[in-house]
């Protein structure tokens, strides 16, 4: 069995910053792909971050240049430092990776999400 455990989600004020953290814990061999989405109210979950086997994936424009995702390997932990914050960035953040172990193989998992709230 595999767990995400988000961190970080708070209210925050415009302009200002937050880092959100995940842990992956669990029976992991080999993570393919880590990273965030956000779903905001009436809207459907997009991905804002992430790296995977073949590199980061690219930052939507939304947030390009103001957000920023590092994983740590060795801890199978993701971040995502969020500066310049905007009303428009509230939302729950979802963390996701792909996992494989011996006994399951590849599969998705989620974390149950954090929330973001930027008031303006």
């Known amino acids: 069995q595999v767990q995400l455990v988000e961190s970080g989600g708070d209210l925050v004020q415009a302009g200002g910053s937050l880092r959100l953290s995940c842990v992956a814990s669990g029976s992991i061999v080999t993570i393919n792909f880590m990273g965030w989405y956000r779903q905001a109210p009436g809207k459907a979950r997009e991905l804002v971050a992430g790296?995977?086997?073949?590199?980061?994936?690219d930052y939507p424009d939304s947030v390009k240049g103001r957000f920023a995702s590092t994983r740590d390997n060795a801890e199978n932990m993701v971040f995502l430092q969020m500066n310049s914050l905007k009303p428009e960035d509230t939302a729950v953040y979802f963390c996701y990776a792909n996992i494989y172990n011996y006994k399951t193989g590849s599969n998705d998992y989620w974390g149950q999400g954090t929330q973001v709230t930027v008031s303006s």
């Open positions: 790296r995977g086997i073949g590199g980061d994936t």
